[in-house]
């Protein structure tokens, strides 16, 4: 199978860096072949995957599969659009509302109108021209395909061979919206203090400096920022730690996709302290590293990247756009 990519213009995109970090692999396999129409993410390590102008044109034609990205930066509709491709596009729509917008129920209600055409709203005119339409927040009406963050291979780096000898990390990029970020943050240092955990809540200066601290904790606390899904809470349970998270509301009410033992949810501050209580206790008495070996691997299956990749050629044999 052949797939051109055409990334999100002017910055990164953290939904088409999971995708292309499962390419990769399907890659190595010997799966799949896939080129890119313009520079991607510097750690990703992709220059040998990005083609000219003419040559991602030539490629793009003879592809199985033309993969469209969008976040917070305008998508390149107009390069598909000269290429005639329509008919084999996939559609990626990594865009969030922000700040506190989630929050906001007029809002929402303008984003199931139809009527919200800022990010985090539906592209109504790319869902009409595009076979597969994923989507990384809701909602996911008909014709559109859930598809969250997952867990990249640079998350798991550390996770296999690392003690695990700080009991809980809390860390945020930033921590104004939602507030419940801060005051978490705030609350959790009161009680490991109160309590004798440890515990480590500052800023590091790399992404790869946090998770080689996510691979020593035993939790990780999690809390959305401006969408319902965020790159924290994979990045904790790609480092096999326990999750105390935000009431999960990144898939459908009925979905079984996070059915985990080792995910501890709340809705808000009272719940998270009742948590804490909780999950000190677990600590204290049942936890041990070893046990966590097995629901581990299950979700490295179910979450990481190889398996988001894999999810997309799937619902496009489902689509009946390939022979099977």
Not at 35 to 53: C, F, P, Q
Not at 138 to 163: L, M, N, Q, W
Not at 254 to 271: A, C, K, M, P
Request: glycine share 8%.
């Amino acid at each position: 199978m052949r797939i051109a990519i055409i990334p999100t213009l002017g910055r990164g995109d953290t939904l088409a860096e999971t995708v292309c970090d499962g390419l990769i692999q399907l890659e190595r396999n010997g799966e799949l072949e896939f080129r890119l129409a313009s520079e991607m993410e510097k750690r990703l390590l992709l220059d040998d995957h990005i083609l000219s102008t003419k040559e991602f044109a030539t490629f793009a034609r003879s592809a199985d599969l033309l993969f469209l990205f969008y976040s917070k930066k305008k998508t390149n509709t107009d390069l598909v659009d000269h290429l005639g491709l329509w008919e084999k596009t996939c559609f990626f729509d990594g865009s969030e509302a922000g700040q506190n917008n989630r929050f906001d129920f007029a809002l929402q209600q303008a984003v199931l109108d139809g009527t919200y055409k800022n990010y985090g709203g539906i592209r109504e005119d790319i869902l009409k021209q595009c076979p597969l339409y994923f989507r990384r927040e809701k909602p996911y009406r008909d014709g559109i395909i859930p598809f969250p963050f997952g867990i990249e291979t640079s998350y798991v780096r550390h996770a296999s061979d690392t003690k695990k000898d700080i009991d809980f990390v809390c860390v945020f990029g930033q921590d104004e919206y939602p507030l419940l970020r801060r005051y978490a943050r705030e609350e959790l240092v009161r009680f490991c203090e109160k309590n004798g955990f440890s515990y480590h809540v500052e800023k590091t200066k790399m992404p790869e400096d946090f998770r080689q601290l996510l691979a020593r904790a035993k939790v990780g606390i999690s809390v959305g920022g401006g969408g319902f899904d965020t790159l924290r809470f994979w990045e904790i349970l790609g480092n096999n730690c326990l999750l105390m998270t935000e009431t999960i509301d990144i898939y459908q009410p009925d979905s079984h996709e996070l059915d985990y033992e080792r995910i501890w949810q709340f809705g808000n501050l009272y719940d998270f302290r009742s948590q804490l209580e909780r999950v000190g206790h677990f600590l204290r008495t049942e936890y041990r590293q070893d046990n966590l070996s097995d629901e581990y691997a299950a979700i490295i299956k179910a979450h990481s990247s190889v398996a988001r990749a894999r999810t997309i050629i799937d619902e496009w044999h489902k689509h009946g756009a390939i022979g099977t």
